[in-house]
């Protein structure tokens, strides 16, 4: 079973988000966060797999992705936004997170892209990736 933590200050979408995988017996969600701070302590108290975090959350998703990656190498950490620019999917894949998505992703393929995510495999489905990939060749 895939834990979860949610991070998102829209309680809608974290409500959603919820109930997409509660119907899913692949996944657990473990916890869940309004901004970067309560997603710390939430993966350090709930030690998920997955954290599935919106890129403009309070406290800044990108800060967040970076404490993660500093405290828990083992949790994957995707994005979701839906207003994913190139240069801040640039900055997030530097940080280390194993996925990105828009949030308009069709829920029917959203829970099997974060099971490729968390078995490692990096997955960017977000309509600035090419951009991004670019920028970051450019390096």
């Keep these: ?12 979408v974290r409500a959603a988000l919820r109930a997409l995988f509660d119907d899913d017996e ?16 939430q993966v350090r108290q709930a030690h998920p797999d997955v954290v599935l975090l919106d890129a403009r959350m309070p406290g800044t998703g990108l800060a967040a ?5 500093s405290c ?3 949790v994957a950490c995707v994005v979701l936004s839906a207003r994913l ?3 801040l999917l640039a900055q997030f894949i530097e940080a280390g ?5 828009d949030k308009g992703a069709s829920r029917d393929s959203l829970p099997d892209l974060i099971v ?12 600035a990736t090419e951009d991004a990939l670019r920028l970051l060749s450019s390096d």
Excluded: T
């Design 97 to 101: 997170v194993q996925g990105a998505f």
């Design 85 to 87: 620019d190139a240069a």
């Design 26 to 41: 692949r996944f657990a969600v473990v916890g869940e966060a309004i901004d970067a701070e309560s997603c710390l302590i």
């Design 1 to 12: 079973m895939i834990r979860i933590v949610v991070a998102d200050d829209d309680a809608g």
């Design 116 to 127: 490729r995510c968390a078995a490692g495999e990096r997955v960017l489905h977000a309509r």
């Design 65 to 69: 992705v970076r404490q993660l990656r």
């Design 72 to 74: 828990s190498a083992s």
